[in-house]
């Protein structure tokens, strides 16, 4: 079935340092991407998408770029800040739902 | 705009009673879902409804219902709670389905004893 695998955390940055979380996916078809963030105490909210190979999603400083080659939507930003520290999820569509990858937290120390 | 609003936010229960979980979707969402978070077991789908009609569902035992009225408000209950139910329930809403983007409430925390 279809999977998403993500690296394990936690992530621990200095602030204004570059991000990548990495996630890779299994898939039958042509799924959509996303990747979803959680505050502590929070629901998810969706940080962004892409729907089909070569797509990037951007929003808030953050990338990802969808690659089917390489079954890959890394995610990326350039410079965090401690207000970023949060779970991070990588999940793919398929019929009906979200299949979500185990999450990484990210702490970003001052 | 109002979001995704889930109550209770924190339940206890023991063992084999059953519990009922509310999420009022954002205004004019007709689809819900339903998904189960635990530390071990990460993020789990459990079904969803669209206009009162569940669509899609996960691989939880039958103990685990819901469903959705014409207000598209959505229920979700367990019967026979188990040791192992014990998670943070998330309902998530969107306009047509889970392809879009889904907007989540901050979820009902059960702890089962």
């Known amino acids: 079935g279809n999977s998403v695998t993500q690296m394990e955390g936690p992530v621990t940055l200095s602030e204004e340092a570059f991000l990548t979380i990495n996630c890779t996916y299994t898939?039958?078809?042509?799924?959509?991407l996303f990747w979803y963030v959680q505050y502590p105490g929070e629901g998810l909210q969706l940080l962004l998408k892409a729907t089909k190979a070569d797509d990037k999603g951007s929003n808030k400083g953050f990338e990802a770029t969808y690659r089917k080659e390489t079954t890959s939507f890394h995610l990326e930003k350039g410079s965090v800040q401690v207000s970023d520290s949060a779970v991070y999820f990588c999940a793919l569509s398929e019929t009906g739902k979200l299949i979500f990858g185990q999450g990484t937290t990210l702490q970003v120390k001052p | 705009k109002a979001g995704v609003t889930q109550t209770p936010r924190y339940l206890i229960k023991t063992r084999g009673q059953q519990v009922t979980l509310s999420c009022s979707p954002i205004?004019?969402?007709?689809?819900v879902s339903w998904y189960q978070q635990t530390p071990g077991q990460g993020l789990q789908f459990l079904f969803e409804y669209f206009s009162e009609t569940q669509r899609n569902k996960g691989n939880f035992p039958g103990r685990f219902s819901g469903r959705q009225f014409s207000n598209s408000r959505s229920e979700m209950n367990v019967s026979t709670l188990e040791l192992g139910d014990s998670a943070l329930y998330l309902c998530?809403?969107?306009?047509?389905?889970?392809?879009?983007?889904?907007?989540f409430g901050s979820g009902t925390q059960l702890s089962v004893l």
């Open positions: 205004s004019g969402h007709r689809s």
């Open positions: 898939a039958t078809g042509y799924p959509s």
């Open positions: 998530a809403s969107s306009l047509v389905g889970p392809r879009e983007k889904l907007f």
